[in-house]
C-alpha cells in the first residue's frame, strides 16, 4: 500500500506544482517559496525546533495561542510554523513576525520529507485539525519524533478514507501519535481506526482559545464614527467570487427597507480586491474603498475593505455579520472572531469547514444560516430594526465561545512533557 502511495504521490506532484506555476500568473504569491515544496530553499537551523503545521489562514489563526504559549515557554527552542497556502503565510507573517521560522509545507514525497527533516530538524510536530501526509507521518516515526495532533477530528463520513490510509503509518499511529482530541465522538473514531486508546484524549477544539486585540471595541466605536455615525451597519467578511454578487443583491433589499445601511465589504483574498471594486462599478454602487482612506459620506452605499488585517476591527464597527465563503461552496469561515465580539450572525449553507462551531452557534441561538439574496435581507433587516434580538444572539454567541475555552491549556499538558523529555 505504501509503495503505491508513493507512485502515485509522484504522478501528482507534477500536476501540483503546475498548479502552482499557473496560479502564480495571477498572484505572484504562489511563486514564492518554492524551493519549500521540495524540502530547500531554507537554511539548516542549527538546533533542534518545534515544528507547528496550519494548513491555511483559519489554522494559522487558531495556531496563535499556542505558538505564542510555546514561545513563552520554550524561549530557546526555535519554532518553525508551515503552512500549505500564500494567505496562510501571510497571516503567520502578521501575527509572529520574526519570531516564528514560517516555511511552506514541502510535496509529500520521500525525498522533499526526509530534506525537510534535516533542515528543520524538528523535536516535536504538532498538526492542527487532521492533516494526513502519510510520508511525514512516516518519517516522524523512523526518526522518533513524537507527533501530536491537536483539535483532531474525523467526521463520521470520513472514517474509512482515513481506515484506508492508515495502513501507510500503522506504526506510526498506533505508538507515536498523540491524538488531542475535540471531542468524545472524534476520540473514538480516532480509536476505531487503529489509534493507541492510552495516547487518545478529549482537549476540545484551540480554535476557541484565540484573543481579541486589546482596545478592539474603542477602536471599532472610532471606526464607526468616522464611517457611519449613527447609520445601521452590516459587514459581510471573507467573500468569494459569485458570492459578492449575493450580497449586493441583498444590499440593494435591505437599502429598500433601511435606505440608510451601509454595507462593509470585505472580499477574502487581496489578489481579488480590483476585480470587486470592478463589480462594484459596473453595478453602479457608491462605494469607498479604505486603502483610499476617505470617509463614507451619507450617500455611500458600500465600504470595501481593501486592505489586510483590518477585518475584525470593521466586525467590532458593525451591527449584524454575515461570514462569507458559505453561500458559495467554500466551506465558511472564522464565525468565533464575530462571535465573541457578542454579533450576531449570519452564514450560508456551506460550512464544512468548520461544521462542529457552526453547528454549535445555530443551536445555542448565535448564528442563523441563510440560503439566498432573499433571504439574507430579511434577516439583515430584521436585526437591524431589532436591537433585542441583535443583543440576545450576540450574547449566546460570546457565551459558547467562553464556556468552550480551555483547549489550550489540556493540549499542553499532553505537549510539555514530550518536550520536557527531549532533553533540550
Not at 118 to 139: C, K, Q, S
Not at 297 to 303: H, I
Amino acid at each position: 500500500m505504501r509503495f503505491i502511495y508513493i507512485v502515485l504521490a509522484y504522478l501528482l506532484v507534477p500536476l501540483a506544482f503546475g498548479q502552482q506555476l499557473w496560479r502564480g500568473l495571477r498572484d505572484r504569491d504562489y511563486w514564492r517559496g518554492l524551493g519549500d515544496r521540495f524540502g530547500v530553499g531554507y537554511p539548516v537551523e542549527q538546533s533542534r525546533t518545534i515544528w507547528v503545521h496550519a494548513v491555511s489562514v483559519g489554522e494559522v489563526q487558531a495556531s496563535a495561542a499556542l505558538v505564542r504559549a510555546l514561545r513563552a515557554r520554550y524561549a530557546h527552542i526555535p519554532l518553525v510554523l508551515t503552512t500549505v497556502t500564500p494567505t496562510g503565510a501571510q497571516r503567520a507573517h502578521e501575527l509572529f513576525g520574526d519570531d516564528v521560522r514560517i516555511r511552506y509545507i514541502p510535496y509529500d514525497l520521500p525525498g522533499c520529507v526526509r530534506r525537510f527533516f534535516d533542515r528543520t530538524r524538528p523535536l516535536l510536530a504538532v498538526i492542527l485539525e487532521t492533516e494526513i501526509w502519510p510520508n511525514l507521518y512516516h518519517e516522524c516515526g523512523r526518526r522518533g519524533v513524537p507527533l501530536v495532533l491537536a483539535s483532531a477530528r474525523i467526521s463520521p463520513r470520513s472514517v474509512n478514507r482515513y481506515r484506508l490510509l492508515v495502513s501507510l503509518f500503522r506504526e506510526t499511529l498506533s505508538h507515536g501519535i498523540v491524538i488531542a482530541a475535540q471531542s468524545e465522538s472524534d476520540a473514538g473514531r480516532f480509536r476505531s481506526i487503529g489509534a493507541s486508546a492510552g495516547r487518545t484524549h478529549v482537549t476540545g477544539n484551540v480554535k476557541f482559545d484565540f484573543e481579541l486585540p486589546p482596545g478592539l471595541p474603542a477602536r471599532g466605536r472610532a471606526l464607526r464614527e468616522e464611517h457611519a455615525g449613527n447609520r445601521p451597519v452590516w459587514i459581510a467578511g471573507s467573500t468569494h467570487d459569485g458570492e459578492e454578487d449575493l450580497v449586493l443583491d441583498a444590499h440593494v433589499a435591505v437599502r429598500r427597507e433601511l435606505p440608510d445601511a451601509l454595507l462593509v465589504l470585505v472580499p477574502r483574498h487581496r489578489n481579488r480586491f480590483d476585480s470587486v471594486a470592478a463589480l462594484l462599478r459596473r453595478r453602479g454602487v457608491a462605494f469607498v474603498a479604505r486603502s483610499t482612506r476617505e470617509r463614507s459620506t451619507a450617500r455611500v452605499e458600500v465600504l470595501l475593505l481593501d486592505t489586510l488585517g483590518e477585518l475584525v476591527m470593521f466586525y467590532a464597527a458593525a451591527d449584524v455579520a454575515f461570514v462569507g465563503g458559505s453561500l458559495v461552496p467554500i466551506g465558511g469561515h472564522n464565525l468565533l472572531e464575530p462571535a465573541a465580539l457578542a454579533l450576531p450572525i449570519l452564514t450560508g449553507p456551506h460550512n464544512f469547514n468548520s461544521e462542529d462551531i457552526a453547528r454549535l452557534f445555530v443551536e445555542v441561538g448565535a448564528a442563523n444560516v441563510v440560503t439566498s439574496p432573499r433571504e439574507l435581507s430579511a434577516e439583515v433587516v430584521r436585526l437591524l430594526r431589532d436591537e433585542a434580538a441583535r443583543k440576545e444572539m450576540g450574547t449566546a454567541g460570546r457565551r459558547a465561545v467562553d464556556e468552550n475555552r480551555g483547549a489550550l491549556t489540556r493540549l499542553l499538558n499532553l505537549i510539555d512533557p514530550l518536550i520536557d523529555g527531549s532533553g533540550i
